[in-house]
């Protein structure tokens, strides 16, 4: 069965830097993306970042600020986040299976997701 963990939130100030993980589980072979997305109360989830065949996408709003990568070995996405904003506070969450583009643009994924992880930063 798959499972996807994500782990790494907390609470930071503005300015300071976060790694968030995202472990995969029960799924066999590498044939698939892995996206961060984020949700505030009240608000759809919010594509941030993904990483597909090695190459890395990012929203406009974290790019030059985050960074996708991953290791293969240990079945493991990170997204390191730097420079974090008040408004990156969002509970994060990372999805496996595929890309839903629209109009060019990452808007959510088919799959399997995780139960997020909180990340508040502080003003």
């Known amino acids: 069965q798959e499972q996807v963990e994500e782990s790494g939130g907390g609470l930071v100030q503005a300015g300071d830097s976060l790694r968030l993980t995202c472990v995969v589980s029960?799924?066999?072979?590498?044939?698939?993306?892995v996206g961060w997305f984020r949700q505030t109360p009240g608000k759809d989830r919010e594509y941030v970042s993904a990483?597909?065949?090695?190459?890395?996408y990012y929203a406009n709003s974290v790019k030059g600020r985050f960074t996708i990568f991953q290791d293969n070995a240990k079945n493991t996405v990170y997204l390191q986040m730097n420079s974090l904003k008040p408004e990156d506070t969002a509970v994060y969450y990372c999805?496996?299976?595929?890309?839903?583009?629209?109009?060019?643009?990452?808007?959510?994924?088919?799959?399997?997701w995780g139960q997020g992880t909180q990340v508040t930063v502080s003003s």
């Open positions: 029960g799924r066999a072979g590498s044939n698939y993306a």
């Open positions: 990483i597909n065949w090695g190459r890395a």
């Open positions: 999805g496996v299976g595929d890309l839903v583009w629209e109009r060019g643009e990452i808007v959510t994924m088919e799959g399997t």
